[in-house]
Antibody
Framework: QVQLQESGPGLVRPSQTLSLSCSVSGSLTSGAYYWTWVRQRPGKGLEWLGYISYRGNTDYNPSLKSRVTISLDTSKNQFSLKVTYVTAADTAVYYC???????????WGQGTLVTVSS | DIQMTQSPSAMSASIGDRVTITCRASQDISNFLAWFQQKPGEAPKRLIYVASSLQTGVPSRFSGSGSGTEFTLTISSLQPEDVATYYCLQHNSFPRTFGQGTKVEIK
């Protein structure tokens, strides 16, 4: 069973860049996986942000596409999320997850709360 | 993008009741639909994938059905530990999209 763990600052100033990492047990490139970020605003539902594939291909939620970047660091067995020009609306619990393609998302990190505030 | 419409948004039922939650897709997603359970302060937990396959370790009172555009999650006999919010997620194509969630409470 793969383990995922998010890490990064819990507080980000408005207009700055939110940066999170997800550490993965096991190899990021050993299978046809899509390494995924999902967020959940306080009291709201789940919002898919995007993925990076084991080959380095990416796809993002169209509503955030211009502000989101997901990258892979195989040397550290991590993948990362950056969201630029954050506002209070980006305050959320951010989850990293593994998506196995046609069998879907099967594993999640525990989530990390990021608050955007001055 | 595929839109997922989940209903109801909230419900209450008695212990032992049969509970049904529905998810409708805006286009045909074959059987590529998953159901997740989320309890407060916890990450979502997968219950069902490819519409009807039960995740290992999930109680058999949970079941999923459907194909195409209409899907159902059924809890055959509601238990106190089933109090949670349930989400559907289409995994037919990217971008992935979730339903809005159904909060299940005990009456």
């Amino acid at each position: 069973q793969v383990q995922l763990q998010e890490s990064g600052p819990g507080l980000v100033r408005p207009s700055q860049t939110l940066s999170l990492s997800c550490s993965v047990s096991g190899s990021l490139t050993s299978g046809a996986y899509y390494w995924t970020w999902v967020r959940q605003r306080p009291g709201k539902g789940l919002e898919w942000l995007g993925y990076i594939s084991y080959r380095g291909n990416t796809d993002y939620n169209p509503s955030l596409k211009s502000r989101v970047t997901i990258s892979l660091d195989t040397s550290k067995n991590q993948f990362s999320l950056k969201v630029t020009y954050v506002t209070a609306a980006d305050t959320a619990v951010y989850y990293c997850a593994r998506d196995k393609g046609f069998s879907g998302v099967d594993s999640w990190g525990q989530g990390t709360l990021v608050t955007v505030s001055s | 993008d595929i839109q997922m419409t989940q209903s109801p948004s909230a419900m209450s039922a008695s212990i032992g009741d049969r509970v049904t939650i529905t998810c409708r897709a805006s286009q045909d997603i074959s059987n590529f639909l998953a159901w997740f359970q989320q309890k407060p302060g916890e990450a979502p937990k997968r219950l069902i994938y490819v519409a009807s396959s039960l995740q290992t370790g999930v109680p058999s009172r949970f079941s999923g059905s459907g194909s195409g555009t209409e899907f159902t999650l059924t809890i055959s006999s509601l238990q106190p530990e089933d109090v949670a919010t349930y989400y559907c997620l289409q995994h037919n194509s990217f971008p992935r999209t979730f339903g809005q969630g159904t909060k299940v409470e005990i009456k």
